[in-house]
């Protein structure tokens, strides 16, 4: 409920304090902020809408806005609270009520229930807009509130009126005001955001304890601020350097120009040096033309003229090479006839050999007797000679055979190859003779006619004396071959010569670069001292616009950067006070909130209770807690806690802190709901049975019937008077919501007096028995808390309940027997028990208070004075002091 800019505004005077010593600019922009609030907090830091948007406002009005404090607008809850109790409330048109509907607030608590849309937040919601002056879900869902607040079947809303009694029992109207009642609203969103806290990273937790408080707005409101407004603002002179830049470029063309003749002369030489590194005389013209170009051709051009003509190649064929294979073929073909001549001389002993050759290898198989007639070799009969010893030494004898049948396989190899050597000296002969259209002559028909691969001796008519007149002979040959010997002469002579030409023409190549750099050398020299006179002259008239920038640019940043150091020091300082605020909020809260938190968890061991609690003080720290069980050991109670814990928790420091401003008004909406049903029994005995908030209005909504049932059955009886109970139901049809306002006690006890004052005593003993079962329950709790809970009772069988009075038996004989126990509410309970089961059990009101009042016929009457007692009894039990551990 608290809006951010309640909690902008005390950011605000906190700024101005003189300790902060904050500086003037940064005060001036926090004002400027806060007189544009509304239309500030409606931009987020998402593509820097917040930046651009305050950018845009300091820049118009930041120099005219006052670094004074602004009037405050909001009040400190100091204690001095202008009323007492609220009055009465007048409601509608207001979103669920469609007409108007007064409500009587004048009891100290106030209970209303009913079902889910029957009005109970509406209700809630204009005690918010009565009292704070605005509706928190309202802002969350960014409705604007004629729109939310509105009744839908009226269209409209009328500000709900709420008055008050004051210190001096006076009637006084309700002003809203939400820095004095934003704590007095207890609400279930706030418990349930708060049970989340343990989920959320360190840095976010002070955001959950800014929302348990109602300030999560003012905490969103910051998370919004860019971490920079500098890249809306002229913080750099960019332009002037620009300009700068383009000055010294023109520094650079006057530099230029100046130096011309320095470089010109410096180029001559360099053209100088170029053209002597050709030789000594040569002038750079002279060797520009020298190398040529297309249009007038020179040395080089020659050059590569010569160079791409195809070179002759040596053959390499002359007369003493042909010659020579000429006598070598001629010589291993003489060779391979004296060999086979001796072999033919020879021929009968060709074929010894081979008989020889086939007796022995026989010998394997036929061993034992001559090959040839089948003669023993051994024995009475055998041969006169044996056969394999003589061809043994036959073959003896002619080993010089077969040395010379190996020569003649040898030389007709040597032969052929001398054969091929020669046919292919009259190849390249051919190819020579081809190439020169001489394929006509005898000599060209002559090698144009040889077989690829001749046999034999295919030169043979080289060498006849008797030649035909188409014949060639081997000096014809010959003299062919000295032909391409003359050639391959000039051949080699023509290689040399034109190595001499590649190596001139790379020479005047390499040069031809060399020109080509220093000529675009020099036109780029030219070029840029014509393009820097150009500039010069143009400089002024071609910068204009930008020296007019630049004079802008210079106010620019004369007024944003005082604007972006105070953002930069506003940031600091808001986020600063953002995480102090934990600190502010709970403030002197820890022994409170220790002691209700142990209340509302009365049913846990007491080593499990709180020793010690420290809340945070900034949004870095932790909730730190101590048990009883453990002392001096500190732990972050959001890892150790449950989340029923941590919602007691959060629920026992927003009630510490109503406690802590002396909150005369604390309204409970739904908050009860967001409590486990474990706890609510300690939370109800801690807010309404104790003297917790005795001198607090409490404001109760909820839907749960019973727990409102509890709570007066459970109040004590000097309070009973100062409960009302309202009852809110869905309409009928004209969309008001129907509401009991007398709804009848709920308070067994009081419906037992107020029967048995009708004389009905049946109804009478009906609530007795509840408010005896209500009653022995609550002694059984408080004996527990002395150490006296165990019971010895008697059942009716497997899986039956206790009766009542077994259990009142029970208790009056364990205090009875507790001789060591002393306690003042000890001998009023024996009195009230023993004189309630002191009723004979056969006596018809024990009939009923153990088994219920069921309609019966034919019934005896009731013992009227025995209804009196139970009721005088339960009256006077009601009134002892029966709170746990008291």
Not at 230 to 245: F, H, I, R, T, W
Not at 667 to 675: M, R, S, Y
Request: hydrophobic share 40%; aromatic share 6%.
């Amino acid at each position: 409920m608290a809006s951010a800019k309640q909690d902008f505004e005390r950011f605000i005077a906190w700024l101005h304090q003189p300790e902060n010593e904050i500086p003037s600019s940064v005060r001036r922009l926090a004002n400027l902020m806060f007189a544009n609030f509304d239309d500030l907090a409606q931009t987020t830091r998402h593509r820097s809408m917040r930046s651009v948007y305050l950018t845009g406002l300091a820049r118009e009005e930041l120099a005219q806005t006052s670094d004074e404090a602004p009037v405050a607008q909001v009040a400190v809850a100091n204690g001095a609270w202008p009323w007492k109790r609220l009055r009465n409330l007048t409601i509608g048109p207001f979103r669920g009520f469609r007409t108007p509907e007064p409500f009587d607030l004048q009891k100290r608590i106030i209970l209303l229930y009913g079902p889910n849309g029957s009005g109970k937040t509406s209700f809630c919601e204009g005690l918010e807009y009565a009292l704070l002056g605005s509706v928190e879900d309202a802002e969350n869902k960014r409705i604007a509130p004629r729109v939310y607040l509105a009744n839908l079947h009226e269209g409209r809303f009328t500000p709900p009126v709420l008055t008050a009694t004051d210190h001096q029992n006076r009637d006084v109207d309700v002003a809203a005001n939400e820095e004095t009642y934003r704590f007095c609203f207890v609400e279930k969103n706030r418990i349930d955001a708060f049970s989340r806290i343990a989920a959320r990273p360190a840095g976010q937790r002070s955001e959950l304890i800014a929302a348990l408080f109602g300030m999560d707005q003012f905490s969103d409101f910051v998370g919004h601020f860019n971490e920079a407004i500098g890249g809306q603002l002229v913080l750099e002179p960019e332009k002037k350097l620009l300009l700068n830049a383009r000055r010294e470029a023109l520094a650079n063309d006057q530099a230029t120009v100046d130096g011309d003749e320095q470089v010109l002369e410096a180029l001559d030489n360099e053209e100088a040096d170029l053209a002597a590194s050709h030789s000594a005389e040569m002038t750079y013209t002279g060797l520009k033309q020298l190398i040529g170009s297309e249009e007038v051709p020179g040395r080089l051009q020659e050059l590569e003229g010569i160079l791409n003509a195809l070179p002759l190649a040596v053959i390499g064929l002359t007369r003493a090479g042909l010659l020579q294979a000429f006598e070598a073929a001629q010589e291993r073909h003489e060779q391979v006839g004296r060999i086979e001549t001796a072999l033919a001389e020879r021929s009968a002993q060709v074929s010894f050999r081979a008989l020889y050759t086939s007796v022995l290898a026989l010998q394997d198989m036929e061993g034992d007797h001559c090959p040839a007639c089948d003669t023993p070799l051994t024995g009475p009969i055998h041969v006169v000679a044996n056969p394999y010893e003589k061809a043994q030494v036959g073959l003896a004898q002619l080993r010089d055979l077969a040395e010379l049948q190996e020569n003649l396989a040898t030389s007709q190899a040597e032969f052929g190859t001398a054969s091929r050597a020669l046919r292919q000296q009259m190849s390249v002969m051919n190819r020579f003779v081809t190439a020169h259209l001489e394929e006509e002559t005898a000599v060209g028909r002559y090698l144009a006619q040889l077989p690829a691969e001749p046999a034999g001796v295919w030169w043979a008519a080289l060498q006849s004396e008797q030649q035909e007149s188409e014949a060639v002979s081997l000096e014809q040959l010959l003299g062919v071959a000295d032909r391409v010997a003359t050639q391959d002469a000039a051949a080699v002579l023509a290689q040399q010569e034109r190595q001499r030409n590649i190596e001139e023409r790379d020479g005047l190549n390499e040069l031809r670069l060399k020109v080509q750099a220093q000529d675009l050398k020099r036109q780029q020299h030219v070029a840029n001292v014509a393009a820097a006179k150009d500039r010069i002259s143009a400089f002024d008239e071609a910068n204009a616009e930008l020296i007019e920038q630049v004079v802008q640019e210079k106010l620019d940043i004369e007024r944003d950067v005082p604007i972006n150091a105070a953002y930069d020091r506003f940031l600091t300082e808001i986020r600063k006070y953002r995480e102090q605020m934990p600190g502010g909020l709970m403030a002197g809260l820890n022994e409170t909130a220790m002691s209700l938190y142990n209340e509302f968890n009365r049913n846990d061991l007491d080593a499990d209770k709180l020793a010690e609690l420290y809340l945070p003080l900034t949004g870095e720290d932790k909730i730190d807690i101590v048990f009883r069980g453990r002392p001096g050991v500190r732990v972050d109670a959001l890892h150790v806690l449950s989340e029923g814990h941590i919602r007691c928790l959060g629920l026992a420091i927003l009630l510490a802190k109503a406690k802590r401003i002396e909150s005369p008004l604390v309204v409970f909406d739904d908050a009860i709901n967001a409590i486990d049903h474990d706890h609510r029994g300690g939370i109800r005995e801690a807010i309404f049975e104790n003297e917790n908030f005795l001198d607090m209005q409490l404001i109760v909504t909820c839907h749960s019937n019973e727990f409102i049932k509890d709570i007066q059955q459970h109040l004590p009886q000097r309070q009973r008077d100062q409960c009302s109970v309202i009852l809110l139901r869905h309409h009928t049809g004209d969309y008001q919501p129907r509401i009991t306002r007398k709804v009848p006690a709920g308070n067994y006890i009081t419906q037992a007096r107020a029967a048995k004052d009708l004389l009905n005593d049946r109804e009478a003993l009906a609530a007795s028995r509840q408010a005896l079962e209500m009653l022995t329950e609550k002694t059984w709790g408080w004996m527990a808390s002395h150490d006296l809970g165990f019971l010895s009772l008697q059942l009716a069988g497997v899986g039956k309940e206790p009766a009542l009075r077994n259990v009142c038996d029970a208790i009056l004989k364990k205090l009875k027997d507790a001789a060591a126990f002393n306690h003042a509410s000890k001998a009023p309970l024996i009195a009230a028990y023993g004189k309630i089961v002191g009723i004979p059990e056969e006596n018809l009101v024990w009939t009923y208070l153990n088994k219920g009042t069921h309609e019966e016929a034919n019934r005896d009457d009731f013992d009227t004075e025995k209804v009196e007692d139970v009721v005088q009894t339960l009256e006077t039990l009601d009134m002892i002091e029966l709170r746990r551990g008291r």
